[in-house]
């Protein structure tokens, strides 16, 4: 069974770009949500998409954005890319309350 | 708005001994989840026990046991005969059940080293 893939691995862009992360979900998992990891603030919630709509949202500024698809896969946008977004991003796929799978995670850094 | 605590940013253990990681939480509801995660140096996010709050037994999966105290708030992980592997960060998160969605409130993380 395929875990949670999260693609690229690796960003490197430059302030004021715009940068799109994938997560695809594990088979059956409707419900994508979104970390950001930094040595500073640790794990913050972005937000959680399930059957493609926004179900929960985090405190971060409209520059993130996200959406997820009919096959549950989903996409993180960050516009205007800022050096303070430079991170660890982590999707997890769930099927219920019980757990969360999570992805290798995505980081990004921001020169 | 629930929070998650942890105290111990490092911890340190023999290898084959056994090591206790701290949490607490603030929180008003009466129906959650905790879990435990694991993060080593591959960064993925690892699901090493979970605990409902209705359930009054303590969760065990093999070498790793909470002791869950629901009035004092308090959710430790116990991890026995401690191995080289299990070197990495702990958090230890919160789920509610009242609210829609999966959100996860993590806690600030404690590094876990086993010594050989």
């Known amino acids: 069974k395929a875990g949670v893939t999260q693609t690229p691995r690796y960003l490197i862009k430059t302030r004021g770009q715009q940068v799109t992360l994938s997560c695809s979900p594990i088979s059956g998992h409707r419900s994508v949500s979104w970390y950001q990891q930094t040595p500073g603030q640790g794990l913050q919630f972005l937000f959680e998409?399930?059957?493609?709509?926004?179900?929960n949202k985090g405190n971060f500024p409209g520059r993130f954005s996200g959406r997820q698809f009919s096959n549950s896969r989903s996409e993180m946008n960050v516009s205007t890319l800022e050096l303070g977004d430079s991170a660890l991003y982590l999707c997890a796929s769930s099927l219920g309350f019980s757990g969360y799978t999570f992805g290798s995670g995505t980081r990004l850094t921001v020169v | 708005a629930q929070t998650v605590t942890q105290s111990q940013p490092e911890m340190s253990v023999q290898e084959a001994e056994t090591v206790t990681l701290s949490c607490t939480y603030d929180?008003?509801?009466?129906?959650?989840?905790l879990f435990w995660y694991k993060q080593p140096p591959s960064r993925q996010m690892i699901l090493v026990i979970r605990q409902e709050a209705y359930k009054q037994q303590n969760a065990t999966e093999n070498r790793f046991s909470v002791n869950f105290q629901k009035a004092a708030k308090s959710f430790s992980l116990k991890i026995s005969d401690s191995q080289l592997g299990d070197a990495a960060m702990y958090f230890c998160?919160?789920?509610?059940?009242?609210?829609?969605?999966?959100?996860?409130?993590f806690g600030e993380g404690t590094q876990l080293t086993v010594n050989p």
């Open positions: 998409y399930f059957s493609e709509t926004q179900r």
């Open positions: 998160a919160y789920r509610s059940l009242q609210t829609s969605g999966s959100r996860l409130t």
């Open positions: 929180t008003s509801e009466s129906d959650y989840y």
